[in-house]
């Protein structure tokens, strides 16, 4: 089992930045591919970004690419999200996912552990 605490959302104003982290316990969190997902209000989960288990590999949605990065601390067993000229648009409650296999994945149902997810507010 792992499980997953995410932190770091809040209220911010349209251009500003947010750091999220996902805190990971349990099960060995270096072995796995780790993701950010986000859910906005009356819209599907959808994938934000994705790295695989040693860092080298990141993956990103093309509505992020280039404001956010996603990194992983495996001694600190956590994962970040840093989040650039924020836009209303990314409003949403975003999870932190883990994967049981070392490679990344941008489809949900791939991930077997979920964290509870942070609330990401951005005004105009």
């Known amino acids: 089992q792992v499980q997953l605490v995410e932190s770091g959302g809040g209220l911010v104003q349209a251009g500003g930045s947010l750091r999220l982290s996902c ?30 288990r040693s860092g080298a590999i990141r993956y990103y949605a093309d509505s992020v690419k280039g404001r956010f990065t996603i990194s992983r ?17 990314d409003t949403a409650i975003y999870y932190c996912a883990a994967r049981v296999v070392s490679y990344y994945s941008t489809a949900a149902n791939d991930y077997n552990y979920w964290g509870q997810g942070t609330q990401v507010t951005v005004s105009s």
């Open 23 to 52: 805190a990971a316990s349990g099960r060995t969190f270096s072995n796995g591919a780790m993701g950010w997902f986000r859910q906005a209000p009356g819209k599907e989960r959808e994938f934000v970004a994705a790295i695989g």
């Open 73 to 89: 601390d495996n001694a600190r067993s956590t994962v970040y999200l840093q989040m650039n000229s924020l836009k209303p648009e």
